[in-house]
């Protein structure tokens, strides 16, 4: 009896590992910034100074986007005249310096094009001079 059902357990098993890598995997990275903003994207932006070619600090190549709000209830908004699927990706990431105090909330929102949120808003806390 044990045998059958180890038999069972590992026929079961070589059965579901196909259906599983079958999942919806993401396509490929969609880059918005790479030492400059990328094509079809747009700076929406309110009550804050972007720019898009600082040159210190920088994580990865020879400029990073350097953010400053001027005001309360700001934001960065960065919008692309191309529709993307989310379903197509499974993660963001992006590097923040934040700064020689670090503390600074910020939150991350994805939103379609009549600007309803897509995914719930994620809480970020800077960490300083990272």
Request: aromatic fraction near 10%; proline fraction near 2%; avoid cysteine.
């Amino acid at each position: 009896m044990k045998k059958r059902s180890v038999w069972i357990i590992v026929l079961l098993a070589l059965f579901l590992i196909p259906i599983f890598s079958l999942a919806a995997q993401p396509t490929a990275n969609l880059i918005i910034y790479d030492d400059a903003l990328a094509a079809n994207w747009q700076d929406w932006s309110w009550g804050t100074a972007v720019s898009f070619n600082t040159s210190t600090p920088v994580h990865t190549g020879s400029d990073a986007m350097s953010v400053t709000h001027t005001a309360a209830w700001t934001g960065l908004s960065l919008q692309s005249s191309t529709a993307y699927s989310t379903t197509d990706y499974d993660a963001v990431s992006f590097w923040i310096h934040g700064g020689t105090t670090g503390g600074h909330q910020l939150s991350l929102q994805l939103r379609d094009g009549s600007q309803a949120i897509v995914e719930t808003a994620v809480a970020v806390t800077t960490t300083a001079n990272i």
